[in-house]
């Protein structure tokens, strides 16, 4: 009886445990602290987690969009006055570096008419995931509902891409799993369900992938940053940063999620190309 009462002692305190963490929130994570967690410490500001959260969505993710449309409309000047500088060049070898890139999953002849999205999606992707490693920054791409509105766009593209380029009645008979025989056809309504299982399944996976990652990547420095944390005066602390080591690792993880959801994006739009056509 002893150990039983002992299990469900502490299968209470666990319950509870469970109950105080649902109250506090993300609170209970350990984070890197954006700007507006800053201000909320020295008293600026007094709001919740999730207002924080939902403020450092919004502001940082509209920071990085103008971030990139600040180098690009440098790098466009740049162009025209002095197309030999080297900031143009860099630019310049980036974006031929992702063509050819993509180039290479959905053709060459294709990728004048993609290049547009799945390039825009790596560099937008890769400047949040960075954005978190800096100092008072903030990773909008460990946000779900971020991720969810770039799949969803994706989504919407592959589908409009698919009906534009093959049809209604090819649509259809793809969903249908191409059936060329009596037991195929008699199939066909199970693989038209799973195949519209899998065009909704696809975004979801795209989203919960960068999520986790990202996430998993900014409470990892979260916690090592946070690790020794010595008290001066009141709420001041002074936190003996043990994050260093990480930092490559994070770097690294931020450029391969910024490629794999965008590289699975070009594939995507690729299976939705006519597959009679030759695209390379």
Same mark, same amino acid.
């Given at each position: 009886?002893?150990?039983?009462v002992? =299990? ?5 305190e ?7 963490a649902a109250?506090?929130?993300?609170? *209970?994570?350990p984070?890197?602290p ?6 909320? +410490? ?6 919740d987690?999730?207002?924080?959260? +939902?403020?450092?969505?919004?502001? !940082?993710?509209?920071l =990085? ?6 180098? =690009? *409309? ?13 900031? !143009? ?6 974006m ?19 290049? #547009? ?39 919407? !593209? ?17 969903m249908?799993?191409?059936?060329? +025989?009596?037991?195929m #056809? ?14 909704f399944?696809r ?9 986790g ?21 009141? #709420?001041?602390?002074?936190?003996i940063p ?6 490559f690792? *994070? ?7 910024a ?22």
């Amino acid at each position: 009886m002893l150990p039983t009462v002992l =299990v469900s002692e502490h299968g209470v305190e666990a319950a509870q445990g469970i109950e105080q963490a649902a109250h506090e929130g993300a609170h *209970a994570i350990p984070e890197l602290p954006n700007w507006y967690v800053i201000l909320n +410490d020295l008293g600026v500001i007094h709001w919740d987690h999730k207002q924080i959260q +939902d403020a450092a969505f919004i502001t !940082y993710s509209f920071l =990085v969009m103008v971030f990139i449309i600040v180098v =690009v *409309a440098l790098a466009k000047r740049g162009m025209a006055m002095r197309p030999s500088s080297r900031f !143009y060049i860099a630019v310049e070898m980036l974006m031929g570096g992702l063509r050819d890139f993509f180039g290479g999953v959905l053709g060459h002849k294709e990728i004048g008419r993609h290049i #547009w999205l799945v390039g825009t999606l790596f560099i937008y992707i890769l400047c949040m995931n960075l954005n978190g490693m800096v100092p008072g920054g903030f990773a909008p791409s460990a946000s779900i509902g971020m991720n969810l509105g770039m799949a969803a766009i994706v989504f919407l !593209y592959v589908q409009y891409t698919n009906f534009s380029r093959n049809g209604f009645g090819k649509w259809l008979f793809h969903m249908l799993g191409s059936p060329n +025989d009596k037991i195929m #056809w008699g199939l066909s309504p199970l693989f038209f369900v799973l195949h519209i299982l899998e065009e909704f399944i696809r975004p979801v996976s795209l989203s919960l992938r960068l999520f986790g990652n990202i996430l998993g990547k900014d409470i990892l420095l979260g916690v090592f940053i946070g690790l020794i944390t010595i008290p001066v005066v009141g #709420w001041f602390k002074v936190m003996i940063p043990l994050h260093w080591p990480f930092l490559f690792l *994070a770097l690294l993880l931020s450029i391969i999620q910024a490629l794999i959801f965008s590289m699975l994006s070009a594939v995507y739009i690729l299976l939705a190309l006519p597959h009679g056509e030759e695209h390379h």
